[in-house]
């Protein structure tokens, strides 16, 4: 089978879609063999990146994420530039499905030569991106896409992860979102680099007063020695207005900010952020469900704090550790 992976690396570093996308389905799968497979192919691909340009999206329910992702893809596409999409939908509680319809939302973009499209279950996971998205963005990288566009569930103030793993955050609102941006703003709001107001051609007025809002909001939040001042747009997916505005903010951010210090701070944190899920898993193997839930029931029940109940774990854990 490691003759099989190089392979796919070597097609996937050639730029081929149907390696990218057999790659993204390795990557994403839970068996554990496929996991080894995986780890492999990235280390094949290791220090294989280009020069692309990360941009996370988010927004508010109904502000035309996909719409604008779209008019955003076409419009680099159009001048050459290729264009990957991750598109993480929401997986459902009680099954685990997902509709992932963000390629019928996007029609223009899906056929376009220089783009792709690749729509992921969120599997549960939060902050608004998909369990494997970093990995996923790697293989992009690699295959060799100037942008990657990542565009998040959309649930409001949670969708913070696609911030720490993208080199641009951008935050899409409406003309009449003053209720909607009081309650996110001191949320996503902090972290964003560039605020849009989409749908600016249905009332136009309310647009301008909305944009003029959201500056004075990353004013108030933004610190005084920050690297960026976060800026405030209005655009229209559907007229294509601002849209051009939007890329040039991107690329005056991208020469204006160190995206590798970012980037180099940002691994860290992945790397901490699956440190701690790999301690979880393994003392949760070593003590056992059953020692867990007894001791959970017993903070529940009152008999112990949250805090005493952990300390028995942990206690409990050193001795067999030490055994």
């Not at 796919?8 to 389905?25: E, P």
């Not at 001191?186 to 605020?195: F, H, K, N, Y």
């Not at 903070?299 to 028995?312: H, N, P, R, Y």
Request: proline share 4%; aromatic share 4%.
């Amino acid at each position: 089978m490691t003759t099989g992976i190089a392979e796919l690396a070597d097609a996937l570093l050639a730029g081929q879609r149907r390696a990218l996308a057999k790659a993204i389905t390795l990557a994403e799968s839970t068996r554990p063999e496929h996991e080894g497979q995986a780890q492999h192919l990235l280390t094949l691909l290791q220090g294989r990146a280009g020069k692309t340009i990360r941009v996370g999206l988010t927004g508010v329910p109904g502000v035309g994420k996909s719409t604008f992702i779209e008019a955003l893809g076409v419009h680099l596409a159009d001048q050459g530039q290729r264009v990957a999409v991750l598109a993480v939908d929401p997986s459902s509680a009680r099954t685990g499905g997902s509709i992932m319809g963000d390629k019928t939302r996007m029609p223009r973009l899906t056929v376009h030569p220089n783009a792709f499209i690749r729509p992921s279950p969120s599997g549960g996971t939060l902050g608004g991106v998909a369990r494997r998205t970093r990995e996923t963005m790697l293989l992009c990288e690699a295959a060799g896409y100037d942008v990657l566009l990542v565009e998040t569930v959309g649930v409001g103030q949670s969708e913070t992860h696609v911030a720490g793993m993208t080199d641009l955050f951008v935050l899409l609102t409406l003309p009449n979102a003053g209720d909607e941006l009081q309650g996110i703003k001191r949320g996503i709001m902090e972290l964003a680099d560039i605020c849009v107001v989409n749908k600016a051609d249905t009332n136009p007025q309310a647009a301008v007063r909305a944009q003029t809002e959201l500056r004075t909001a990353l004013t108030l939040l933004t610190p005084h020695d920050a690297p960026w001042r976060p800026v405030a747009l209005k655009a229209s997916a559907l007229t294509g207005e601002g849209i051009p505005e939007l890329w040039a903010k991107v690329q005056q951010y991208a020469a204006h900010v160190d995206l590798n210090a970012k980037r180099y701070q940002q691994t860290a944190g992945w790397f901490d952020e699956l440190l701690r899920e790999a301690a979880w898993r393994e003392f949760q193997r070593q003590t056992g469900t059953e020692v867990i839930h007894r001791a959970r029931q017993a903070v529940q029940s009152g008999d112990l704090t949250a805090v005493q109940g952990v300390e028995k774990l942990l206690a409990s854990h050193r001795e067999t550790a030490s055994v």
